[in-house]
């Protein structure tokens, strides 16, 4: 009756497990049950895009550049009245404590100075000519970079390469078996990757994602394209231990297809190395995966279609100097877990094919993250709790010569938990014996040296020790607490200090900072000092970075950027550069937004915005975080539409003078445009200059604004 009326709907379900009908004799079998496939379900989450900015962490005391005069120290921000206006004024110190106002509507020109160097940089003089020469060094060095990657680029544009076919219903159903729902950031990626695989010229593209983001299911996928199309896919890899875990991956998502997978490293005897080349050159394996041995003279392939380097950065000269002859000829997909920044990436587009995976696994929490004394009754709770929930633990002392000493050590907190000991200067075939035993699960406590560190995934330990954590790079540290917690359950990490030791002021910010930013993504946030330069090195070479410390961060990408598009021949990008002089009060009150770095923060933001658009969603973004707006910020916002107006006009000053408001244009017939379509009301004094008179009445800022405004919108 109720299914008449249309009142009962049968909604397509899906089965965990199967069951038996005892009396029809019948059994069901779920899909899982007989494939071993089980959608993993994550629950949607808004996600927040704002690319972290370096600038949200500038500190009173911390190093600035200033593009037109170079390094100075960051005082604080003022508060500072000239003719009638009032403005809020970033306080920089050059050298000879010479202090200069920096308006906040300039606060485009001030960037934080990110350098990487050891030493601390020196203060610019004010007004001295030092600073104009490193600039003018930095901006040939990165013209010459432009051009090399540019060229590169054109080579491998015009020499054929494969190109592959689209995707076959064995690729579509591989693709579907993926037991998650893909991110954004996947799915644009997989595309990109598809397009260039699809192209004739051979494909060269970075991969760029933080530990666990899903860079392997993307060189997978790409694997089994290429595969499927009859050619050979070499899988390069930083450590032995590494292989074996990719043999793992690849094996088990590939196993339903029948695909031949090898590993060539030093696990492998003589005989067995021997035997897996013949193999490659005969043909009869499908997917290679190696340590740099892959790229040794007796290694022959049949027909090679794609190679894939895992963390490039890792591998010695000599092997990137094959990789490079490799490039022009074949397809290259490169995947590293070093964090490319935003900026860095913005400025290489169009020079090198770069993806960013920046959205986390949904269902992953993040790493708990514990700086600590070492503490044998808090290891030991900790070690049990992970025990009682089946799981196993990494312990990382990065020595071997005592690493006996805390195997003892650790022997006697938990005698219950079994351990082994796991260093790269082991017999090979011990090492790989101990490898295996933890992944099958046949002791729980690995202590090792960092060799857990490269891309080591084992998701069955949940909890990570790092001892004498102070003696680690941000880097390193992360990379570490990135093994843990790559599957559903909390994990934790606990960095571990020596109690009788005094540790550096610099390792404790380190520490901190690690502890700070634990949750998934951070990469993106920590440690621009460490990370973002390590990713600039990497991909641009060790040489630039010493010319990123003369100039910073920033400005350095800034003018990589000019570079690229100058020797592309493309429009330089638009910088919105109106001087708006007029007797009005208006910035960011306290009262409003109390905390220093968002106000700033906002300021630039504000100095950024190019359209009526982005200053209306920075409106909208104002009054959902900081309520309704006060007069103050109302006349701040009023001004940035002011000058994104003049700016289309080709007007760049605004100011006061008697009883007019003075226009300065930089010529062409963009100002007699305007005074055309005014009529009478603006007056042309020469094609620099135009004048408007103010009605009598006219003498509140409010006033002035809406006069000036209306004249600008026009049309």
Not at 162 to 173: K, L
Not at 188 to 204: F, L
Not at 255 to 268: G, K, M, N, T, Y
Not at 399 to 416: C, G, N, T, W, Y
């Amino acid at each position: 009756e109720l299914a008449r009326q249309g009142k009962l709907h049968w909604p397509i379900g899906s089965l965990a497990g199967g069951f038996r009908l005892v009396p029809e004799d019948v059994v069901l079998l779920s899909s899982s049950e007989l494939f071993h496939r089980a959608e993993v379900h994550r629950p949607a989450r808004r996600r927040l895009g704002r690319v972290i900015d370096s600038f949200l962490e500038l500190r009173e005391g911390d190093l600035v550049v200033h593009v037109v005069h170079g390094i100075a120290r960051y005082r604080g921000m003022k508060l500072l009245e000239k003719d009638r206006q009032v403005e809020e004024h970033l306080v920089l110190e050059f050298q000879e404590r010479t202090k200069l106002y920096v308006p906040s509507s300039k606060i485009s020109l001030v960037e934080k100075y990110v350098g990487g160097a050891k030493s601390r940089p020196k203060l610019a003089k004010l007004g001295g000519r030092v600073w104009g020469r490193q600039k003018k060094a930095v901006e040939n060095a990165v013209h010459d970079l432009a051009a090399e990657m540019i060229e590169l680029q054109a080579a491998r544009a015009a020499r054929p390469g494969i190109a592959f076919p689209h995707d076959t219903e064995w690729q579509r159903e591989f693709d579907a078996s993926f037991p998650f729902h893909e991110t954004p950031d996947q799915t644009a990626t997989m595309e990109a990757v598809r397009r260039d695989m699809t192209q004739s010229r051979p494909m060269d593209r970075l991969l760029c994602g933080d530990v666990g983001f899903g860079k392997t299911e993307l060189a997978m996928r790409a694997t089994f394209k290429v595969v499927d199309a009859g050619y050979q896919v070499a899988v390069l890899v930083p450590t032995t231990v590494l292989a074996e875990q990719h043999l793992r991956t690849f094996s088990g998502r590939m196993a339903e297809f029948p695909f031949e997978i090898a590993v060539l490293s030093r696990f492998a005897s003589r005989k067995e190395q021997k035997a897996i080349i013949d193999r490659l050159a005969a043909g009869r394996i499908d997917v290679v995966i190696g340590t740099h041995r892959l790229v040794s003279g007796d290694v022959r392939f049949h027909n090679l279609g794609l190679v894939i380097i895992d963390e490039e950065q890792r591998f010695g000269v000599e092997v990137k100097e094959r990789l490079k002859a490799l490039r022009q000829i074949v397809d290259v997909l490169t995947m590293t877990a070093t964090p490319i920044p935003r900026t860095l990436h913005m400025s290489l587009l169009g020079v090198r094919d770069i993806s960013n995976l920046e959205t986390p696994p949904e269902d992953r929490l993040a790493v708990e993250t514990r700086l600590t004394r070492f503490d044998s009754e808090m290891i030991r709770h900790a070690v049990l709790r992970e025990l009682n929930r089946n799981g196993q633990i990494f312990f990382v002392h990065n020595r071997v010569s005592d690493i006996e000493v805390v195997a003892a050590k650790l022997r006697q907190i938990v005698p219950e938990a079994s351990l082994e000991i796991g260093h790269a200067q082991m017999p090979e075939h011990r090492l790989e014996r101990v490898m295996i035993d933890f992944v099958n699960q046949r002791f729980d406590i690995l202590l090792s040296t960092t060799i857990v560190e490269s891309g080591l995934d084992i998701p069955n330990v949940n909890t990570i020790f790092i001892d004498e954590a102070d003696r680690y790079g941000l880097a390193d540290l992360h990379q570490l607490r990135g093994r843990v917690g790559r599957y559903k359950h909390r994990a934790y990490c606990y960095l571990l200090i020596d109690p009788n030791r005094h540790i550096t002021p610099n390792a404790a910010r380190r520490l901190r900072a690690v502890e700070e930013f634990s949750d998934l993504g951070a990469g993106f946030a920590l440690a621009m000092r460490d990370l973002e330069i390590r990713g600039a090195g990497n991909i641009l070479g060790t040489q630039q970075s010493g010319h990123i410390a003369l100039v910073g961060y920033e400005l350095y990408c800034q003018l990589l950027e000019e570079a690229v598009r100058r020797l592309k021949r493309l429009p330089p990008k638009t910088s919105i550069e109106v001087d708006v002089d007029l007797p009005c009060e208006a910035y960011v009150p306290r009262s409003y937004v109390p905390d220093m770095r968002l106000k700033i923060d906002l300021y630039r933001r504000l100095a950024r915005a190019a359209s009526e658009t982005e200053l209306g969603d920075l409106r909208d973004e104002l009054e959902d975080r900081f309520g309704s707006l006060p007069p103050l910020v109302e006349r701040l916002l009023a001004l940035t539409e002011l000058r994104i107006a003049a700016h289309r006009w080709k007007i760049n000053s605004i100011r006061m003078e008697d009883r007019y408001v003075v226009f300065g244009s930089t010529g062409g017939p963009s100002i007699r445009e305007l005074a055309a379509r005014a009529g009478k009301r603006l007056r042309v004094v020469d094609a620099q200059t135009a004048y408007l008179p103010l009605e009598e009445g006219v003498t509140q800022p409010e006033q002035i604004l809406r006069r000036v405004k209306a004249l600008l919108q026009s049309t």
